[in-house]
T-cell receptor, first 111, second 115 residues
């Protein structure tokens, strides 16, 4: 069975500092990986997925199959980035299959 | 488009009771997935409905059942409620477009408290 681990429950950085939210996964095949974000009092929404290779709101994530990681990065944090971030996995070719989520990291950007 | 909608927003039940939660998918979507999110945890996949049938199921007991209607809306039913069923229940919708499944969009959730 697949598993997603987000080792940091809480991450606090100052505005303008770089941000890295860690995500490690275990899965025997080639997964599809996602980052979802939940801002205060808003619903869970997709931030980015690795196959699209996009940069959304300045965030990027690279899939490292050797280290089985999909860390989320942003070079300069902004206060509006404060939110809960969830890493999620879907099996390759799984299409609309259920997502396996990590427990989430609460990111706080201090002014 | 209001996106994915869920009702009710909050619900309080007692142990042993039964509950039904409802979800309307985003316009144009035909697939509905349900997730349970306990406090401090990430969402856990319960099951998914497509073409009015359960397509995939996570590791949840048979007390959790569902239904999808011809208009693609869906219900989640939980029987014999336990205290541990207290959680936020999320619905997500998606669709098969251009030969591949699209991103799942989430609703705001229904918060269930079992006393």
């Amino acid at each position: 069975a697949q598993r997603v681990t987000q080792p940091e429950k809480l991450l606090s950085v100052f505005k303008g500092a770089p941000v890295e939210l860690k995500c490690n996964y275990s899965y025997s095949g080639s997964p599809e990986l996602f980052w979802y974000v939940q801002y205060s009092r808003q619903r869970l929404q997709l931030l980015l997925r690795h196959i699209s290779r996009e940069s959304i709101k300045g965030f990027t994530a690279d899939l490292n199959k050797g280290e089985t990681s999909f860390h989320l990065k942003k070079p300069f944090a902004q206060e509006e980035d404060s939110a809960m971030y969830y890493c999620a996995l879907q099996r390759s070719g799984g299409g609309a299959d259920g997502l396996t989520f990590g427990k989430g990291t609460h990111l706080i950007i201090q002014p | 488009d209001a996106g994915v909608t869920q009702s009710p927003t909050h619900l309080i039940k007692t142990r042993g009771q039964q509950v039904t939660l409802r979800c309307s998918p985003k316009s144009g979507h035909d697939t509905v997935s349900w997730y349970q999110q306990a406090l401090g945890q990430g969402p856990q996949f319960i099951f998914q409905y497509y073409e009015e049938e359960e397509r995939q199921r996570g590791n949840f007991p048979d007390r959790f059942s569902g239904h999808q209607f011809p208009n693609y809306s869906s219900e989640l039913n939980v029987n014999a409620l336990l205290l541990g069923d207290s959680a936020l229940y999320l619905c997500a919708s998606s669709s098969l477009g251009q030969g591949q499944w699209e991103t799942q969009y989430f609703g705001p959730g229904t918060r269930l408290l079992v006393l």
